[in-house]
């Protein structure tokens, strides 16, 4: 019997009571509390549910059995454990001393469907004019930082912008859990791994990172920005790496820079204030801010471009496109800002080319001042 096949009867047998969920394309995620405290994710609001397991210990042969898959043990030491069922859903689970009240799992379902920019586009998320930006910027090769908040899209945007990278290629993806649903030919795809209980043989995103280095990549993924790899990151895209993405939480496109600056000095490399700010002003390009709204809605709010840092070390940003009101409705949309691009007038012809009549504004120099 393979995996699926395994996978399919240990849902059947184990998971009974929650596969209604697991089955349902609307709930995105499962969050299991207790035996008989079980909720869902649907359509971006959360919902109790009447399901339950029969008892302790059925609730917790379940557990065993999707930690299994990815070669755990609910008996293992560690009290809390990242891992995934093999159709790719996350799955963290949380042990006693740390859950107070028992054995909480909390299942985040993989999309079978792709995401793309287009279905994005469809679901009101961002407008056509911001999708044909953030297409020019992947072709030109800017590195974008997907800023946002827990559960507000950051990766389902990445996976849609992923797919603007020319064929051909090499793309190298680091991720803590695999979500990442990348379309390209040439991807080889990194997960890190815990270490054993004593201590020995994890691999961490900054492991990982620094090996990606030596795979000859042309754009390197990050499927979330979380501690000291994010000074390698930024030295990576100063260097030569050109197009890397990446997510991180954040409210705001400023608190992105921030805290990516926070998270660089975790990697216990002094730098001079100063000289930080300004890799990490040169590193990254652009911050694409999502934002989970009333109702369950995940729009994008900000697409901004990072200009040089200025004289007062501070970082200085440009709008271009920020979500506003529309005239008449009481709906938001992402709208054009008014300000140019500071890649105008620097795009190579075939990136020209993708220049459409809407985008002209954004893509027209500033005329020269007198």
Known sequence: ??????????????????????????????????ADEIFIERDGKLERTNARFADQEAYEAAVNNILQFTGKSFVDEAALVDT?????????VAKAPCARFGTAVTIRKFAKATLDIDWLV??????????QFLRIAARAERNMLVA????????????????????????????DSSELQLQQDHVISLE????????????????????????????????EVRGGEALDMIQAMTSGHGGSMGTLHANNPADALSRLETMALMSKV???????????????????QMSRHIGGRRLVTHITEVDPLGLEARYHFRDIFTLQPQVGSKQMQLTWTGQRSAMAGSLRPEEQD??????CPIFTPQPAQP
Do not use: C, W
């Open 1 to 34: 019997m393979d995996s699926q096949a395994l996978y399919a009867a240990t849902v059947a047998h184990y998971l009974a009571p929650i596969r209604s969920y697991l089955d349902d394309t609307a709930v995105t995620e499962v969050m299991i509390n207790r």
């Open 148 to 175: 946002g908040g827990t559960s507000s899209g950051k990766t389902s945007l990445l996976n849609a912008l992923s797919a603007f990278i020319p064929a051909g290629q090499r793309i190298v993806v680091i991720e």
């Open 192 to 223: 890190t791994k815990l270490p054993d209980r004593y201590g020995r043989g994890g691999v961490s995103i900054r492991d990982l990172f620094r090996s990606s280095l030596r795979l000859r990549p042309d754009r390197i993924i990050i499927g």
């Open 270 to 288: 002094e730098l001079p204030l100063h000289a930080l700010r300004a890799q990490v002003a040169s590193a990254i390009d652009i911050v694409v």
């Open 122 to 131: 469809e679901l009101g998320s961002l407008t056509d004019l911001a999708r």
């Open 354 to 359: 993708l220049v459409t009549d809407d985008l």
């Open 84 to 92: 995934r069922l093999p159709d790719g859903s996350r799955v963290h």
